[in-house]
C-alpha cells in the first residue's frame, strides 16, 4: 500500500512541475519529487527482498 501511495505522490509531483514556472517553487517541488523517488526505490528493494528471503 505505501508503494502505491509514493507513485501516487510522484505523479502529483511531476504534474505540478508542468505547469509551475516560479524558480523557488519548482526547487522544492523537485527536491519532493527526488524524496519521493527515493522512498519508492527503497520500499520496493525491502519489497523484494521480503519476496526473496
Not at 502505491?4 to 504534474?15: C, D, M, V
Not at 505540478?16 to 526505490?41: F, N, P
Request: net charge negative.
Amino acid at each position: 500500500m505505501a508503494d502505491w501511495i509514493a507513485r501516487a505522490n510522484i505523479e502529483h509531483f511531476k504534474k505540478l512541475l508542468e505547469s509551475e514556472t516560479d524558480a523557488d517553487k519548482r526547487h522544492v517541488i523537485e527536491r519532493e519529487l527526488a524524496e519521493e523517488e527515493q522512498r519508492l526505490a527503497t520500499l520496493l528493494k525491502k519489497k523484494n527482498e521480503t519476496k526473496e528471503g
